[in-house]
C-alpha cells in the first residue's frame, strides 16, 4: 500500500510562488509515474505536471515556463515548484503515484491566488 501526503499549499497574490512538497510511504518502487493534478470549484480534475521514472516531464500547456514538477533525491519525495502564479491556478492540488499494480492519490493541499 502506498499513502501520499502533500504539502506547501496556501494563499499568494498573483505573481507569488509556492512550492508543493509530496512524500510517499509504503511500498515505492522506481518504475512509476509520479503526477499533481489539480480541481478548481466546479471544474473536473485535470493534470498538471508528471515526472516518469526516467525523469521525463510533462506539463499541462498553460502551466509551462512557470511550474516545475522534480523529485527529491530520496525516491519518495516529489515537488512542484510554482512561479508567476495566476488567479485561475487557484485549486486543490492532489499529488498522485500509478504504476501498474494501482494508482494513489493525497488528500490534496489548497492553493489560492488572489488578484
Known sequence: Q??????????????????LSCAASGSIFRSNVMGWYRQAPGKQRELVAQIF?????????????RFTISRGNAENTMYLQMNSLKPEDTAVYYCNLWRPSGNYW?????VTVSS
Open 53 to 65: 521514472s526516467g525523469g521525463a516531464t510533462n506539463y499541462l500547456d498553460s502551466v509551462k515556463g
Open 2 to 19: 502506498v499513502q501520499l501526503v502533500e504539502s506547501g499549499g496556501g494563499s499568494v497574490q498573483a505573481g507569488g510562488s509556492l512550492r
Open 106 to 110: 493525497g488528500q490534496g493541499t489548497q
